[in-house]
């Protein structure tokens, strides 16, 4: 922040920056936030990217061309095979159940 004293006696100062004209004191700290609107410039890119990553219809910032609904399809093909290995586990507890009492049912005909 470019601050230039305009008048000694009076005490005015201007910011070379914005042209604001103001009273000069030494107890008043003034910080300097223009170098950090590029830093969040860019930071709003990557929040902007993070909300857009919540819809499974688009794309995240710098990946290729073409993989639109990529998220969707994955959270699908995640699903299906979750639902299709807790399937199998449920018909292999009932095929084994049931093959268990069918042997039991099986031996108890035989007298042993």
């Known amino acids: 922040m470019a601050i230039v004293i305009v008048d000694q006696d009076a005490q005015i100062a201007m910011d070379a920056v914005t042209g604001a004209v103001a ?12 170098p950090l609107y590029e830093e969040v410039e860019r930071l709003e ?13 688009t794309t995240t910032w710098g990946t290729l061309p073409g ?12 699903n299906f095979t979750h639902g299709f290995v807790i399937g199998a586990m449920l018909i292999a507890l009932v095929a084994f159940t049931l ?14």
């Open 99 to 112: 093959a268990a009492m069918y042997k039991l049912h099986a031996f108890r005909m035989l007298g042993i």
């Open 45 to 57: 890119e990557y929040v902007n990217d993070m909300m857009r990553a919540m819809d499974p219809s």
């Open 67 to 78: 993989r639109e609904g990529a998220h969707g399809t994955a959270g699908f093909l995640t």
């Open 23 to 34: 009273e000069w004191r030494e107890d008043v700290v003034t910080l300097d936030v223009m």
